[in-house]
């Protein structure tokens, strides 16, 4: 069998016969109504995207908003112990300066021993009571900043879970 002899029936109905005799063929192929078929997923995604979006961005506030009180309570508390720094200075200064007036009034040798070591106790334990107070002040800052941040983020995990 030849190509010549092969006589294919279409479906098609001729439409036009062009200026050359050649002729266009209009299928019956169903029309596919593609913004119909996907305009809905489209619209689907984007009121998805949209409270997405809407979500990401109240976390960002709510995120920034404890980073802002963090920051604040750490500059406040950053001055506190700022304060208590010169209020120690001030305390081991004023020590030392009555110290060497009391060396300047010693009559004898054990009075200068005498007052050595009880400035070495007294400042012994000045600097243990001191240093407890700059610990407890460096933990309060490190808890009262952490803890806002802390709150926040298992806020937004719990919501975004």
């Not at 069998?1 to 029936?9: L, R, W």
């Not at 200026?19 to 984007?46: C, H, I, L, Y």
């Not at 009121?47 to 406040?76: G, I, M, P």
């Amino acid at each position: 069998m030849s190509d010549a002899n092969v006589k294919v029936e279409t479906n098609a109905a001729r439409q036009d016969v062009g200026a050359n005799g050649s002729a266009k063929f209009q299928f019956d192929v169903p029309f596919f109504n593609m913004q119909t078929m996907f305009g809905s997923f489209a619209e689907q995604g984007a009121t998805r995207a949209q409270a997405n979006f809407a979500k990401v961005r109240a976390t960002s506030e709510e995120v920034t908003t404890a980073l802002c009180d963090a920051y604040s309570t750490n500059a406040k508390r950053a001055a506190d112990y700022g304060i208590k720094l010169v209020e120690i200075s001030h305390i081991n200064t004023t020590s030392t300066l009555d110290f060497i007036s009391q060396l300047a009034d010693a009559r004898s040798f054990a009075d200068l021993v005498n007052l050595s070591t009880a400035h070495s106790r007294k400042t012994f334990e000045a600097t243990s009571a001191q240093n407890r107070e700059l610990w407890d002040l460096a933990q309060k800052v490190a808890t009262e900043t952490a803890e806002p941040i802390k709150q926040s983020f298992n806020r937004v995990l719990r919501s975004a879970a």
